[in-house]
């Protein structure tokens, strides 16, 4: 028998109901003869409302002591998972990130793990006790608490499974990774299954069923991780299939996936934003003076395009970006204007980003043609495009997101059957 972490999110403990629930989940893997750890998000809306206080205590904090206070949302539910399990006659015990210890960088509020030491966890495991772990958190080189940034406790889950040696199920409030949103098109599949780099593109593409890093850190470490639902019956009988593939969607290495499409799934995101530069300077040099200072200020650019200069002496240039970072980037740029040298900047807010990912397309032509068919048909404008080995992205008007994302999941055959 294996060794299992168990990942809950926020609102699969959002009550002791619910915690009883997962209790459930637990009890039958351990009675399927798992050595059991569970790793725990705080209460849903718990940690809003602890970074909230922060806030009210003072606009501006020390990132130590906001640590100390948004980390007890994860204690709590460790504390409560662990008594409801004893209840259930379940030996269990919770673990904060320090005990064990999780230890991290020292960038509170936003830290990396550096190393786990699994030795006491797995001694208890074998002795069959389950340890119910809090996500999100670490111990600094300070010996400060420290937490990983929102939605890091996906993130512990797969960090905590590599240092066990242990497979990782993500339990959560969907059933798994589909090949589009369901809210916007009725006839999306879940996958069975999907490889860490289809995924890692899905997730910082938009798709939030795992936070990027955790993926990256199962792509590394080769963790074998599933996506579930903490909502089906935790004594709905075992659908582990022959296959290997189980109720819910494993994300595992490409060449586990015998059934491929070309495209496995259509992604979105309305966090975009746009900037044009208008008759920039044709010269070595002015990307660099523009892209610089950008980075210089934290601020992420995604696609970029620059146009041919029709007179040699001037172009255009273009970039995305996220949303909330459209004002300072706006700033940054106008305080470069009299060393750069551009006419004027332009932006829009009301811009999307749609994507089609699929290893597939590594072997495929044509993927990019059949996209920019589709939406044309559509009589939907492509303001940029940018592509990967495995994904293409378009920049559309923000109206056509649904219109777009339906026509793309038919024209790649993904529709339910
Ligand atoms: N509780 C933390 C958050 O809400 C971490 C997590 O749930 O993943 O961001
Ligand atoms: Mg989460």
Avoid at 159 to 183: E, M, N, Q
Avoid at 245 to 254: A, K, N, Q, R, S
Wanted: charged share 25%; aromatic share 4%; net charge negative.
């Amino acid at each position: 028998m294996g060794r299992l972490v168990m990942k809950f999110g926020g609102t699969s403990v959002a009550d002791i109901d619910r915690i009883r629930n997962v209790a459930r989940h637990v009890e039958r893997e351990v009675k399927a003869g798992n050595h059991v750890a569970v790793v725990v998000s705080a209460m849903a809306g718990t940690t809003n409302q602890l970074v909230e206080w922060c806030r009210q205590a003072a606009a501006i904090h020390d990132a130590r002591e906001y640590d100390a206070v948004v980390s007890t949302g994860e204690q709590i539910t460790a504390g409560l998972l662990a008594i409801v399990l004893q209840d259930m006659g379940i030996p269990a015990r919770s673990w904060a990130g320090w005990q064990i210890p999780i230890e991290t960088d020292g960038v509170h509020g936003a830290a990396r793990m550096t190393r786990i030491n699994g030795a006491e966890i797995v001694k208890r495991m074998e002795q069959g006790q389950v340890a119910v772990i809090t996500g999100f958190q670490g111990i600094g080189p300070d010996k400060r608490i420290s937490t990983l940034g929102r939605g890091g406790s996906d993130t512990s889950a797969v960090a905590i499974a590599a240092a066990l040696d242990a497979a990782c199920d993500i339990y959560t409030d969907v059933d798994g990774v589909y090949t589009a949103d369901p809210r916007i098109v009725t006839g999306a599949q879940k996958l069975d299954r999907i490889a860490y780099e289809e995924m890692l593109e899905q997730a910082s593409l938009g798709a939030k069923v795992l936070q990027t890093r955790s993926v990256e850190l199962a792509m590394v470490y080769k963790v074998p991780l599933q996506v579930r639902s903490s909502f089906e019956a935790p004594d709905s009988p075992h659908q582990n299939k022959p296959d290997g593939t189980g109720p819910g969607t494993i994300v595992c290495d490409e060449d586990k996936i015998v059934e491929q499409h070309v495209v496995s799934g259509i992604a979105y995101s309305r966090d975009e934003a746009k900037v044009s530069i208008r008759r920039v300077k044709d010269q070595p040099g002015v990307s660099a003076a523009i892209f610089g200072p950008l980075a210089e200020n934290e601020i992420n650019v995604d696609m970029i395009v620059q146009n041919v200069s029709p007179d040699g002496a001037f172009t255009d240039i273009t970039f995305t970006l996220a949303r909330k970072d459209l004002r300072k980037a706006i700033e940054v740029i106008n305080g470069l204007k009299e060393k750069v040298g551009f006419q004027d900047v332009v932006h829009a807010a009301d811009v999307a980003k749609v994507s089609v990912v699929g290893i597939g397309m590594r072997s495929h032509a044509g993927v990019a043609a059949r996209m920019f068919k589709s939406l044309a048909d559509k009589g939907i404008n492509i303001q940029a495009i940018t592509t990967s080995e495995i994904k293409v992205s378009v920049l559309i008007d923000e109206a056509y997101t649904e219109l777009a994302v339906r026509a793309l999941h038919q024209a790649y055959g993904l529709d339910k059957k």
